[in-house]
Nanobody, 117 residues
Framework: QVQLVESGGGLVQAGGSLRLSCAAS????????MGWYRQAPGKQRELVAR?????????RDSVKGRFTISMSRDNARPTVHLQMNSLKPEDTAVYYC?????????WGQGTQVTVSS
């Protein structure tokens, strides 16, 4: 089993910053990709950013230049971070961590990000 523990969500004013982190633990083999998705009320879940184990990253257009995704090993656990700067009210959503391994994928429980205008 794999567990994904997210942290770093919260309430921030427009123009502010937040840093999300997601630490993976358990039976982890051959990570392919780690990433972040988000889902706003009444909308479909959408990809925000993802990064491969080789360090290749891609972002949805609306966050390019504002968000940065990175991967590290914190306390020996694969961890993905999302640095979010210049936040906008339209970034408000529940953010979900996603882990893809060779034959399986896992989701975190979600963390709320609210940006006030």
């Amino acid at each position: 089993q794999v567990q994904l523990v997210e942290s770093g969500g919260g309430l921030v004013q427009a123009g502010g910053s937040l840093r999300l982190s997601c630490a993976a633990s358990g039976s982890i083999f051959s990570i392919n990709t780690m990433g972040w998705y988000r889902q706003a009320p009444g909308k479909q879940r959408e990809l925000v950013a993802r990064i491969t184990s080789g360090g290749s990253a891609n972002y949805r257009d609306s966050v390019k230049g504002r968000f940065t995704i990175s991967m590290s090993r914190d306390n020996a656990r694969p961890t993905v971070h999302l640095q979010m700067n210049s936040l906008k009210p339209e970034d408000t959503a529940v953010y979900y961590c996603h882990l893809i391994m060779v034959i399986s994928d896992y989701w975190g429980q979600g963390t709320q990000v609210t940006v006030s205008s």
